[in-house]
């Protein structure tokens, strides 16, 4: 079984910066591509940044430039540092990872940008 837990949510100013963090545990070998999905009540979850094993990443354009996605230890730990923030990037921000025939999610962790 996976799990995974988000940390490093909170609130911060406008132009401000947050670091989010997600930890996997469970069969950690079967880990593929991890990443970042956000969610705002009553709109659908949206990519974010993505990392495979192989530390390739992906990010979504309203995001590039500004939050960058990395992997650390034993590739089961993500990190994602979100700088220049908007009010516009307040969500729950969920994590998730690839395994070879499921994708788990953890339960989020909610970032508010506001003044």
């Known amino acids: 079984q996976v799990q995974l837990v988000e940390s490093g949510g909170g609130w911060v100013q406008p132009g401000g910066s947050l670091r989010v963090s997600c930890t996997g545990s469970?069969?950690?070998?079967?880990?593929?591509?991890m990443g970042w999905y956000r969610q705002v009540l009553g709109r659908d979850r949206e990519l974010v940044a993505t990392i495979s094993k192989e530390g390739y990443t992906g990010y979504a354009d309203f995001v590039k430039g500004r939050f960058t996605i990395s992997r650390e230890g034993a590739e089961n730990t993500i990190h994602m540092e979100m700088n220049s923030l908007r009010p516009e990037d307040t969500a729950v921000y969920y994590c998730?990872?690839?395994?070879?025939?499921?994708?788990?999610w953890g339960q989020g962790t909610q970032v508010t940008v506001s003044s």
């Open positions: 998730n990872v690839y395994t070879w025939n499921a994708v788990y």
């Open positions: 469970g069969t950690t070998s079967s880990f593929g591509t």
